[in-house]
């Protein structure tokens, strides 16, 4: 099954891992990146960067462009 992005669906094994992630650590990344010049580099290789690119997304509807993202040897990871 594919969980819903706009504009297109991402695997759920990717979105389940990138939700289980932001649950440990949401709080932290609130509070961090409230600060004044605060940035956010999401990086990942592999399945990690279809969990980081997926994070990035999520995040930089919120904190805009203080999030950025890196993947590396990264599968497809939707549609």
Do not use: N, W
Not at 17 to 34: A, F, G, P, T, V
Not at 39 to 48: D, N, P, Q, R, W
Not at 49 to 62: D, G, K, P
């Amino acid at each position: 099954t594919a969980a819903k992005y706009s504009p297109g669906r991402a695997h759920a094994g990717f979105h389940m891992q990138q939700r289980r992630l932001l649950r440990l650590c949401i709080d932290e990344l609130h509070e961090r990146l409230s600060q004044p010049h605060a940035v956010l580099l999401c990086v990942g290789h592999s399945a990690g960067a279809c969990v980081a690119a997926l994070t990035a997304l999520q995040l930089v509807q919120c904190y805009g462009d203080a999030i950025s993202f890196i993947g590396f040897g990264m599968p497809r990871l939707g549609d």
